[in-house]
């Protein structure tokens, strides 16, 4: 009986449910990835996200290889070929059995559907498992049954399962035989190659070198966490979202290291580990949203009743705010910092996502997609579930009258503006005070530098009257 294990946002070596079944249970075990330009498109996927996915994904080849694995890349056009592509492969390599981690995007469950259906007419077995979340999203509801539309009780919840079932490394062993099923590795470094483009080049892409780095920052900077992860110019947060975004890490293998470090005592609630614990929570969280809640994948709200909200369709101002030119200077450092190196610190992503919906009133869905087109770590759930927050449409969404005040969240975030400077030089010359309110010192006219392109205050005025009319109009 042979395997075959297909490899989509789990892309390790480690911590995999469905290598390690397929290893224990099968004698011939092959791998399989497809490479779907048209899909990526359809995403807006970034650049530099396609690169380090590209890199990881030569990286693991050599790494399966190494124990005796093969990796086989197969190019596709989107999600709607694969079920096909499955189906050849089946019944050319006499492949009984398929097993893959879930995921849990709409189109991806529709996909991995009718991938079951077609293999199971063709009598081939499909077995899932669910190592993209720490808790599966099918297993967590309140007391009347109905899934959880609020962090908090969610996250309880959430920590008692952990306890109750905590993660536990799986080893897997070669395989007596594995396919090499298509493509020679020349010819998979051709199909890759069109997504190499070296901008992802400081971020490692091998698995130890990714595990080393991470257990760095859990035995130095986690206890810290909770004081330094909102300062952009500080280094108080990990960088592991990349990773998780394409499976390089999972969040099992996250928790357990964490638990070999601080032991049990981390799960009773105090210090940087349980709070950076949290924040994993919330990358399950929001994709327990989108399993329970899938018009949210379907550019919806998650509060249906704002599809209805009228938003402005500014181009100009949209302009502004993409290319760091609103004058508001922490919003533009961040949009800056973002198009320059595909990155944005948490505290910066909240920052310019409630400048975009509040102060500029523009749809949460232009940022969003245009957050997918920039960052490394794009992800649809944590991406979705931060914009609908941000815009107050979402789940545990920020009361749309508690805005943010760029400039004092500026100050508060970044005093010495070490960050800020970093990418608005034009402003090294402007007295410390004044930084995150350029336009309030006498100098500043004569600056190489916008204007806000709204005042604060009328803006949030503006944006207070239009939710509220809005409700009363429900
Ligand atoms: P750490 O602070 O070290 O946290 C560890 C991990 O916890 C993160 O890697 C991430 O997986 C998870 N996490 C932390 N904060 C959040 C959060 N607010 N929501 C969900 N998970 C969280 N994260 C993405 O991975 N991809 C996105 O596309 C994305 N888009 C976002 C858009 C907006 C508008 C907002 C407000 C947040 C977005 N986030 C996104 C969440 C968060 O900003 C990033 O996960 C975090 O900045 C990644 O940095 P880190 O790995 O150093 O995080």
New binding site residues.
């Given amino acids: 009986m042979t395997a075959l294990v297909w490899l989509r946002s789990d892309l390790r070596t480690v911590w995999h449910s469905p290598l390690t079944y397929a290893t224990e249970n099968h004698e011939h075990v092959s791998a399989v990835y497809f490479v779907t330009p048209g899909q990526w498109q359809h995403y807006g996927l970034a650049p530099i996200k396609l690169d380090l996915l590209m890199r990881r994904l030569l990286a693991l080849r050599e790494e399966l290889a190494e124990r005796g694995l093969s990796l086989n890349l197969i190019e596709v056009e989107d999600f709607n070929a694969i079920p096909g592509a499955l189906k050849q492969l089946c019944s050319q390599h006499s492949i009984t059995h398929l097993y893959f981690n879930a995921e849990y995007e709409l189109d991806e469950r529709k996909r991995d559907h009718e991938v079951k259906e077609l293999l199971g007419a063709q009598n081939v077995k499909v077995g899932f498992f669910h190592d993209t979340c720490m808790v599966r999203p099918d297993r967590l509801f309140n007391k009347q049954g109905a899934p959880y539309k609020v962090f908090t009780p969610y996250f309880h919840q959430w920590l008692d399962q952990l306890k109750a079932s905590l993660p536990i490394p799986k080893a897997w062993h070669a395989p007596a035989d594995s396919l090499c099923l298509t493509n020679s590795l020349d010819k998979d470094h051709e199909t890759l190659r069109r997504w190499l483009d070296k901008s992802s080049g400081g971020w490692p892409c091998r698995e130890q070198d990714i595990v080393s780095q991470i257990q760095s920052f859990l035995s130095q900077h986690v206890d810290q966490y909770a004081e330094l992860?909102d300062f952009p110019a500080q280094q108080g947060?990990?960088?592991?979202?990349p990773y998780?975004?394409i499976g390089a890490v999972s969040p099992a293998q996250l928790t357990y290291q964490m638990l070999v470090q601080h032991g049990p005592e981390l799960l009773e609630g105090q210090g940087g580990a349980f709070v950076?614990l949290r924040?994993?929570a919330?990358?399950d969280f929001?994709r327990y949203v989108m399993f329970h809640f899938p018009h949210v994948c379907r550019y919806r709200c998650f509060n249906q009743k704002y599809d209805h909200f009228h938003w402005h369709n500014d181009k100009q101002l949209f302009d502004a705010w993409c290319n760091g030119q609103t004058g508001y200077p922490i919003v533009d450092a961040a949009m800056r910092c973002l198009n320059a190196t595909g990155w944005m610190?948490?505290r910066l992503?909240?920052i310019v996502?409630s400048f975009l919906c509040k102060h500029l009133l523009l749809p949460w869905r232009w940022g969003e997609d245009y957050?997918m087109q920039k960052?490394i770590?794009?992800?649809f759930a944590?991406?979705n579930?931060?914009?609908q927050?941000?815009a107050s449409v979402g789940t545990d969404a920020a009361p749309y009258f508690r805005i943010f005040n760029p400039a004092a969240q500026g100050q508060r975030y970044d005093p010495e503006g070490e960050f800020l400077l970093q990418w608005v030089p034009e402003l090294k010359a402007v007295p410390r005070k004044y930084l995150h309110e350029p336009q309030k010192w006498p100098g500043a006219r004569a600056l190489d530098y916008p204007l806000p392109v709204v005042e604060h205050k009328q803006a949030v005025a503006a944006t207070k009257e239009r939710f509220s009319q809005f409700l009363e109009s429900q």
């Fill in positions: 992860r947060t990990s960088g592991v979202s998780l975004s950076w924040e994993l919330w990358r929001y610190h948490n992503r909240m996502a957050f960052l770590d794009g992800d944590s991406n579930g931060g914009w927050w941000s």
